[in-house]
Antibody
Framework: QVQLQESGPGLVKPSETLSLPCTVS??????????WSWIRQPPGKGLEYIGY?????????NYSPSLKTRVTISVDTSKNQFSLKLSSVTAADTAVYYC??????????????????WGQGTMVTVSS | EIVMTQSPATLSVSPGERATLSCRAS??????LAWYQQKPGQAPRLLIY???TRATGIPARFSGSGSGTEFTLTISSLQSEDFAVYYC??????????FGQGTKLEIK
């Protein structure tokens, strides 16, 4: 059974860097079968894609255009984790942050861009 | 970036009845569309991908249809556990992936 678990501080000060690891169990972040993504949800609002990492020996990343100057997603294969760093945070970055599995790379090489497994989410508040 | 628009924002339906939720894309996404269910305090749960394929473990009362720019999620006979917020998401033109703003399905 594949599970994802976010961890990290619930409170971050404005202008600082938010760092969240996501620990994966039951699957390998380096298998090349899946992309590994971050999605966030401000309080009472909808879902916003942050970015993904795809690791198959070499890591490939993509970030939302609205966040790309502040976002870094990386992989630690020794811990079977992938992590999000968001710099220069403001109150607008207050949200529940989810890590998720997806897209999926099928045996035929087709990519299915749905997110099939999600972490429970972690609430991050940006406040002094 | 493709904009996804869901309607209605809130849908009130009685248990046992059918619910029909709509999602429209600003340009064609072919059949590259997913639906998610989110209950309060929980992460989203994948229901449908490929516009009409149920994800693992999803009951048959959930069905998806449509292609191009118009999509529908139908719940054939509402159970108490189905009252939640539903999101659509396109993955035809990515990145970025884009979500609709959600439809809240509430008990009438």
């Amino acid at each position: 059974q594949v599970q994802l678990q976010e961890s990290g501080p619930g409170l971050v000060k404005p202008s600082e860097t938010l760092s969240l690891p996501c620990t994966v169990s039951g699957a390998s972040v380096s298998s090349g079968s899946y992309y590994w993504s971050w999605i966030r949800q401000p309080p009472g609002k909808g879902l916003e894609y942050i970015g993904y990492i795809y690791y198959s020996g070499i890591g490939s990343t993509n970030y939302s255009p609205s966040l790309k100057t502040r976002v870094t997603i990386s992989v630690d294969t020794s811990k079977n984790q992938f992590s999000l760093k968001l710099s220069s945070v403001t109150a607008a970055d207050t949200a529940v942050y989810y890590c998720a599995r997806g897209p999926r790379v099928t045996f035929g090489g087709v990519i299915v861009g749905a997110f099939d497994i999600w972490g429970q989410g972690t609430m991050v508040t940006v406040s002094s | 970036e493709i904009v996804m628009t869901q309607s209605p924002a809130t849908l009130s339906v009685s248990p046992g009845e059918r619910a029909t939720l709509s999602c429209r894309a600003s340009q064609s996404v072919n059949s590259n569309l997913a639906w998610y269910q989110q209950k309060p305090g929980q992460a989203p749960r994948l229901l449908i991908y490929g516009a009409s394929t149920r994800a693992t473990g999803i009951p048959a009362r959930f069905s998806g249809s449509g292609s191009g720019t118009e999509f529908t999620l139908t719940i054939s006979s509402l159970q108490s556990e189905d009252f939640a917020v539903y999101y659509c998401q396109q993955y035809n033109n990515w990145p970025p992936f884009t979500f609709g703003q959600g439809t809240k399905l509430e008990i009438k």
